[in-house]
């Protein structure tokens, strides 16, 4: 079946511009996440969406980012008035249930370039 | 201090050779432990999965978790050029159902040369 979709796979934006990234998970998976993954570094998280419960926004760095999950399926990140210090990865991961014994499955990313 | 200390190497062998990756974390909340492979340009995928202590394998890989210690490791057997990739430790505290948020190492590079 179709894994986690994420578009665009690449994005070169100007320092100052809005971005959206989308997310498209897995049929039926109630758990959504977001993660940044820079050079040499490790998967930072961003946010973290369960069913109809509020999200878990503690990871999102500044208010210039934010995301939201219409109808309990798609998801899309916003990154307002961007800065060079968002060029990173930006990877999208679902789950079943996001529940322990439910592994995530991420997408291949969005590669965001802030020039 | 992160939470979750991963040596990013890089690690380089021998095809056939047994590698060991480690990764320690300071949380003593964290139960759920996974490791994940990256290849180039793609997202991590799910290798193995532990709850609490011990060790579980799963064909040449083989996970174990001290949690005494807060130290979990993968090795992995006769190893092969295609486990040529990046590896990330990941965990996660209970939080009664739902398995919330992962904390992830930085990731090793490893390269399996023939």
């Known amino acids: 079946g179709a894994g986690v979709s994420q578009s665009p796979s690449n994005k070169v934006t100007e320092k100052g511009k809005d971005v959206e990234l989308r997310c498209d998970p897995i049929?039926?998976?109630?758990?959504l996440y977001w993660y940044r993954q820079s050079l040499g570094q490790g998967l930072e998280f961003l946010i973290y969406?369960?069913?109809?419960?509020?999200?878990?926004k503690s990871g999102l760095p500044s208010d210039r980012f934010s995301a939201e999950r219409t109808g309990g399926s798609v998801s899309t990140l916003t990154i307002q008035r961007t800065q060079q210090e968002d060029s990173a990865v930006y990877l999208c991961?679902?789950?079943?249930?996001?529940?322990?014994?439910?592994?995530?499955?991420f997408g291949n990313g969005t590669r965001l370039t802030v020039t | 201090q992160k939470e979750v200390e991963q040596d990013p190497g890089p690690l380089s062998v021998p095809e056939g050779a047994i590698v060991s990756l480690n990764c320690t974390y300071s949380n003593s909340a964290f139960q759920y432990f996974m490791w994940y492979r990256q290849y180039s340009r793609k997202g991590p995928e799910l290798l193995i999965y532990t709850y609490s202590s011990g060790n579980k394998e799963d064909g040449r890989f083989t996970a174990q978790v001290d949690k005494s210690s807060k130290y979990i490791s993968l090795f992995i057997r006769d190893s092969q050029p295609s486990d040529s990739a990046t590896y990330l430790c990941a965990m996660s505290a209970n939080r009664g159902s739902t398995l919330g948020r992962l904390y992830f190492g930085r990731g090793t590079q490893l390269t399996v040369w023939p």
């Open positions: 969406f369960q069913g109809n419960s509020a999200p878990d």
């Open positions: 991961a679902s789950s079943y249930t996001g529940t322990s014994n439910s592994p995530l499955h």
């Open positions: 049929s039926g998976h109630t758990a």
